[in-house]
Each structure stands twice: as C-alpha cells, then as structure tokens.
C-alpha cells in the first residue's frame, strides 16, 4: 500500500518560512516524479511545485521564486521550502507521486494544514 504523510505546516505571519515535509513508502520512491499541491477552502486543489526523478523542478507562477522543491531518495522524502509566505498560500499542501503526463496516481494522504495570517 502507498502511504504518503505530509508535515511540517502550521500559523505563520506574512513573510514567514515554512518547510514542509512528505515522506513517502510503498513505492519506488527514486523513480518517481513527485508533486506538491494545495487545496484552499472553495477551491479546487492546484499544483504549486514538482520535481522529476533526475531533479527537474517546476513551480507555479504564483510561488516562484518563493517555493523550492527538493527531495532525498535515502529518506524517501520531499520538500518544500516556503519563504515569503502570504495570505493567498493558506491551503492545505498534499503531495504526490506524477505520471509522465503529470497526473497524479496515489491516494491523497491527509495533508498538512498551512495558514498565513496575521
């Protein structure tokens, strides 16, 4: 069974930093693009970042230059970087392994919740 457990969010303040974390087991981890997503309340769930098996990243326009996405295939983990943070991020962040079509293919895990707000 795929498992992925998301961490790592919480309330910061505009500006602030947050690194989330998405460790991952049941697949083969290190062949596997892998996507980070949110889902804001009314919304539908977006693609903010993702990173390919060899380290090709790519982000949504509204988070460049504010997101990294990085991984470590010994842990079975990825990551993302948060700086800058502003109200509009407020979601809750999932992630997911991508197909090479970019579809994402396992269950959703439960997510971890980000609020940015004063």
């Known amino acids: 069974q795929v498992q992925l457990v998301e961490s790592g969010g919480g309330l910061v303040q505009p500006g602030g930093s947050l690194r989330l974390s998405c460790a991952a087991s049941?697949?083969?981890?290190?062949?596997?693009?892998m996507g980070w997503y949110r889902q804001a309340p009314g919304k539908q769930r977006e693609l903010v970042a993702a990173?390919?098996?060899?380290?090709?990243?790519n982000y949504a326009d509204s988070v460049k230059g504010r997101f990294t996405i990085s991984r470590d295939n010994a842990k079975n983990t990825v990551y993302l970087q948060m700086n800058s943070l502003k109200p509009e991020d407020t979601a809750v962040y999932y992630c997911?392994?991508?197909?090479?079509?970019?579809?994402?293919?396992?269950?959703w895990g439960q997510g971890t919740q980000v609020t940015v707000s004063s």
């Open positions: 990173i390919t098996s060899v380290g090709t990243t």
């Open positions: 049941g697949i083969f981890f290190s062949i596997n693009a």
């Open positions: 997911n392994p991508r197909r090479v079509d970019g579809s994402s293919w396992s269950r």
